[in-house]
């Protein structure tokens, strides 16, 4: 689930469809508690706004003949990216903006609504032939015309590279963003800006906080002339407030993070109708507290959910995602003044017995130099075996690498776990959750610091005999897949495993999206400058010191990271005759959204460990290990969809009719045959 809303008594959320390939849709809960699916197949709500997207609804206020005000929602579907309507009770959506040239070229996220509830004030994101996509602030009207007139969106804010958080003030009169330009990614530097807003566009912008080393994010209006907003001027991302004149004023000083980084629609804090604000705040966990601007203080709000998202309000109640020891994510609605919390709908109602789900535990351990690193152990979990000795262990790397991992229950964790694997999931330097000087530890460091962290990590768990030094392996994806492949390097793993991991840096500068084409400048220096060091970190230029197994793991359509990248390390590998395994995923991008996939690749998984580590698991399809390279195939296109869905069931587009939730259809396990791909 994504993004919840509260609007009086009615949430609505995002939620997945893995089932059904990969699709999002809408959900609303009304006062009475009836769920209500509102987006059926093909329709997908998710925005490609810097690839990554973000929050991809709005729910709108809608006046029928008696001046009852009914909600609709205004969302970004996912195969054009055009802004589609749908009224309530209607049968099917309506276009709000005008078809572009191509799919998806022109695009849209951050969706806030007028004062008036007249128009969509939003980033618009286009795609020209240039190749360079522009972004800008919009306006358009919620009337539909600019779907046959694209005349009526008036362009609001020009000029920077990147926007977030387009906000009206109340009152209508001015508007307040979120602004940032190459070679800086969210987290480095941006700025708060606003200007007077009327209907031909915003007059007299300027820049309230931020600058080149200051990442200012998720403004909010207290009222209509005072903002709210998080920034990590002293170390910290902390609250503070501003008036459209002054200083700013921090909140609450704390050598905590009062949000979780950076994505397009998040909001980690909401305030109260009576002024107080609920704020979430921790490390790479955060939890809600109540912050009083009477009195300053800030008081924690007691609860079993030791993981919480991003938050809403109707006002009164706080609307949010959450999780803790036991409880997967879940829906929830937090009363501020009880501390009373209500789960309204769970991500999973089956999940195995509390004795297999691993009990996660945060530490922290010295890396080279006595640096600090931050991890969670998740110790093999089994009621009906008891292992004896030293555990098998697999050192956890998540992608980003300017991201963060959370002690949120994982199912995909808990496969390994209640198999008699163990897993430290590591926070290496870089990691979002410790602050500013902790994330720039990776600066021009990426490929050195967090292959030493996990490397120390796992030597830490060694060292406590918990885990067996002959079977330790590392995994990850994306970016963690560049430190898992180069931490195969080194003598402490005996294999790894890398999900559509990088393994070619400079490739990856040349054909990377818009959004991170400068974010290899921060992470290693920028080019040509720095072309040795490109090379010198690639995984692909690194193939001799790795004489271990490896299983790789990609989808066909990566435009992030194309098949080639893995293949041509496959390659490499077969040249030197060490084992390894390339399955490529037909139709799946830079992750893998179907069930089918994940299920399959958990499965490749275990199977390979068991291969290296002298066990055979049961119920789960074998795997070969080859010393001959994969036949290569051409990279998806840049003009295709990202991620694109497999074929969905032929049906009636008409036929998307608010529909109650039918039961969820019973789970099935896949047969054990190969994909096509893989057996090609």
């Known amino acids: 689930m994504g993004f919840p809303t509260a609007v009086g008594e009615q949430i609505w959320w995002e939620e997945s469809r893995p089932h059904e390939g990969g699709r999002t849709t809408v959900m609303r809960r009304d006062a009475d508690g009836t769920t209500t699916e509102l987006l059926g197949a093909p329709w997908s709500a998710r925005t490609r706004v810097h690839e990554y997207g973000g929050r991809s609804y709005l729910p709108v206020p809608r006046r029928d003949d008696k001046a009852i005000t009914r909600h609709g929602i205004v969302f970004a579907n996912f195969t054009d990216q055009r802004l589609y309507l749908l009224d309530k009770g209607a049968k099917k959506p309506r276009p709000l903006t005008p078809e572009p040239a191509s799919a998806g070229a022109l695009r849209y996220a951050d969706l806030a609504l007028s004062p008036d509830g007249k128009r969509i004030i939003c980033v618009q994101e286009s795609h020209g032939e240039n190749g360079r996509p522009t972004r800008s602030i919009v306006s358009l009207p919620l009337s539909g015309r600019a779907a046959e007139d694209a005349d009526a969106i008036?362009?609001?804010?020009?000029?920077?590279?990147?926007?977030?958080?387009?906000?009206?003030?109340?009152?209508?009169?001015?508007?307040?963003?979120?602004?940032?330009?190459?070679p800086r990614m969210p987290w480095d530097g941006t700025e708060l800006r606003v200007g007077a807003l009327d209907k031909n566009g915003v007059n007299g912008a300027y820049t309230l906080?931020?600058?080149?080393?200051?990442?200012?994010?998720?403004?909010?209006?207290?009222?209509?002339?005072?903002?709210?907003?998080?920034?990590?001027?002293?170390?910290?991302?902390?609250?503070y407030e501003i008036g459209l004149t002054g200083q700013a004023i921090a909140l609450y000083p704390a050598e905590e993070e009062f949000a979780g980084g950076f994505a397009l629609g998040t909001q980690p804090y909401r305030q109260l109708d009576d002024g107080r604000l609920v704020a979430l705040h921790g490390h790479a966990d955060l939890r809600p507290s109540i912050y009083d601007p009477d009195t300053a203080a800030l008081t924690p709000v007691s609860t079993a959910l030791n993981t919480w998202q991003t938050l809403s309000t109707n006002g009164h109640a706080i609307v949010a995602l959450a999780a803790g020891p036991g409880t997967p994510q879940s829906l929830v609605r937090l009363n501020p003044d009880s501390g009373r919390v209500d789960t309204l709908r769970s991500s999973r109602a089956d999940l195995p017995g509390a004795a297999y789900l691993p009990k996660a535990r945060p530490t922290t351990m010295s890396g080279r130099y006595g640096s600090t690193v931050h991890a969670n152990v998740y110790p093999p979990a089994n009621p009906h075996v008891t292992g004896e000795g030293p555990a098998p262990y697999v050192v956890w790397v998540h992608g980003g690498p300017v991201a963060h991992a959370t002690t949120e229950p994982d199912l995909a964790k808990a496969y390994f776990t209640s198999r008699g694997i163990g897993i430290i999931d590591v926070n290496y330097g870089g990691s979002t959750g410790y602050g500013r000087t902790y994330r720039k530890r990776l600066q021009q460091q990426w490929g050195v610091v967090d292959v030493e962290d996990v490397t120390a990590a796992a030597q830490a768990l060694v060292d406590e005999g918990k885990a067996d030094p002959e079977r330790l392996a590392v995994r990850g994806g994306s970016a963690g897949g560049l430190t898992t492949l180069l931490a195969l390097g080194g003598?402490?793993?005996?294999?790894?495993?890398?999900?559509?991991?990088?393994?070619d840096l400079l490739r990856l500068a040349e054909k990377t999206h818009d959004f991170e084409s400068h974010f290899l400048d921060s992470l290693i220096g920028p080019l040509p400058g720095y072309w040795a060091t490109y090379r010198e970190r690639s995984p692909i230029n690194r193939v001799e010191d790795v004489d271990v197994p490896v299983l790789l793991l990609q989808g066909s359509q990566d435009l992030v990271v194309p098949p080639s990248q893995a293949t041509a390390f496959a390659t490499s590998l077969a040249e030197r005759g060490i084992r390894h395994a390339y399955i490529e995923f037909e139709g799946e991008g830079h992750g893998f959204r179907t069930d089918e996939a994940r299920q399959r690749a958990l499965e490749a998984e275990l199977a390979f460990y068991g291969e290296i580590f002298g066990f055979t698991p049961p119920d789960v399809p074998g795997i070969e290990l080859v010393t001959e390279p994969p036949r290569s195939e051409p990279d998806p296109e840049p003009d295709l969809v990202a991620e694109p869905l497999p074929p969905l069931e032929a049906k009636d587009p008409s036929d998307t009719a608010e529909q109650p939730v039918p039961a969820r259809p019973t789970e099935t396990r896949a047969s054990g045959e190969a994909p096509a791909a893989e057996q090609a």
């Open 154 to 182: 008036t362009e609001l804010v020009t000029g920077a590279d990147f926007y977030a958080s387009p906000l009206p003030s109340p009152d209508g009169r001015h508007l307040a963003w979120i602004a940032w330009n190459h």
């Open 209 to 239: 906080k931020g600058g080149v080393n200051e990442s200012v994010l998720f403004p909010a209006w207290r009222d209509n002339t005072h903002l709210y907003f998080v920034s990590d001027w002293p170390g910290w991302w902390n609250l």
């Open 491 to 503: 003598d402490m793993f005996a294999c790894g495993t890398s999900l559509y991991g990088v393994t």
